[in-house]
């Protein structure tokens, strides 16, 4: 008889202790893996809900501008020497290091036009990624074609539009394809036109006022990215917007901390309730400890013999920790998404990391009792018959 066979047979006879040391740790176990995944999740859902913010990068004129405003009052400005941004230029980005982290470029014109007797803003821009750039719009009607336009909610308000009216901007007949509803932003007051209708009305082919870059992904260097553009764009001023990216970076980054402090601190309970019941075990194991130093076994045979006992219970609690703890994700997760599914993947890394925490777990947690137990007297042991 191996002392493996030992092992498993103990582990037979004392089924109760086993279960409760099983217990133990795949409690531990499991709360670290449903903390670990849940953060995992999160992030993943939180990068991909931060990819639907748009762009976070602007690339602008460079100006001498002397702003004057503000609290949101506007009083003018002083211009020096401002540059234009000419539209091929834009190609120049994807050539950067981090292009491949580039989701959309959009240009766009800006100009002040007259429709009837009123000054109104006309935008153009690119639709084909204003999705990337403004997926928080929602359009009545249609996105505008060749001779269309996009109105505000605002602007339709005060210019009394509707979707299929015809107006005259800077003498040229446009055609309302659709109408923006309220984003609470400046949107709202401007006219929406395709890129190349508003350079031909505004008479600046090849030439835009700004661009939109949506740079916004898992582990982009913004920053980086921000000086990459910049050198292929010299005559440019390009700036990050970065105000929500960091504030749920953060806000992640110390919903991460507080996942692997807690994480700690259940398995360290986890430890203590598979040392406390070990050495329990050993206590009731008195006799049968000098039985075997009474017939030849070593002090390392009996150690070896409760590490064994160890092992297996750990290795039982580490494959069933991985599972419960995944459950408990799925249990937990609507609460953090807003009931929305997201979808939750098996990790390989993480089941493996999970059953070498436990085994480690466990051996540590019983290496003072088998100590104990291969320290013995076996003459005091035999007593205890």
């Not at 764009?233 to 919903?255: C, T």
Request: aromatic residues 6%.
């Amino acid at each position: 008889m191996t002392l493996t066979d030992i092992a498993l047979r103990n582990l037979k006879r004392r089924k109760s202790k086993a279960a409760f040391v099983l217990a133990g740790l795949m409690i531990g176990v499991s709360a670290v893996v449903g903390f670990i995944s849940l953060v995992e999740t999160l992030t993943e859902d939180i990068n991909h809900k931060l990819e639907e913010y748009g762009a976070n990068i602007l690339i602008l004129p460079k100006t001498e501008n002397l702003s004057l405003t503000y609290g949101g009052l506007s009083l003018g400005g002083i211009l020096f020497d401002m540059q234009e941004i000419r539209q091929k230029d834009l190609e120049k980005i994807r050539d950067v290091k981090n292009a491949q982290n580039v989701a959309a470029v959009g240009p766009m014109l800006l100009g002040g036009v007259e429709v009837g007797n009123r000054k109104v803003l006309l935008a153009g821009m690119d639709f084909g990624v204003f999705q990337f750039l403004r997926p928080w719009w929602k359009v009545q009607g249609k996105v505008p074609y060749r001779d269309g336009v996009l109105a505000g909610s605002e602007a339709a308000r005060i210019l009394s539009l509707s979707q299929g009216d015809r107006l005259r901007v800077n003498g040229r007949e446009l055609i309302v394809s659709g109408v923006l509803e309220s984003t609470g932003s400046q949107d709202d007051q401007i006219l929406f036109s395709r890129l190349d209708t508003a350079q031909e009305i505004l008479g600046k082919e090849g030439r835009i006022s700004m661009a939109e870059v949506a740079a916004l992904c898992a582990g982009c260097p913004i920053e980086e990215m921000v000086r990459q553009i910049s050198e292929a764009l010299p005559g440019a001023n390009v700036m990050a917007i970065k105000q929500v990216v960091m504030g749920r970076l953060e806000s992640l980054d110390h919903f991460r901390k507080a996942a692997y402090l807690l994480s700690a601190v259940v398995a360290l309970v986890g430890s203590l309730v598979v040392l406390v019941t070990m050495m329990a075990s050993v206590r009731e194991r008195t006799a049968e400890i000098g039985i075997f130093r009474a017939i030849g076994f070593r002090s390392s045979h009996v150690m070896r013999i409760i590490l064994l006992e160890a092992t297996i219970i750990s290795i039982l609690a580490g494959a069933l920790g991985y599972f419960v703890g995944l459950a408990a994700t799925k249990i937990a997760l609507p609460f953090f998404t807003g009931g929305h599914h997201v979808p939750i993947l098996l990790d390989p890394v993480l089941a493996g990391a999970a059953l070498v925490m436990a085994v480690i777990l466990g051996l540590a947690a019983s290496f003072y009792p088998a100590r104990l137990a291969a320290r013995l007297d076996p003459n005091e042991a035999l007593r205890a018959l």
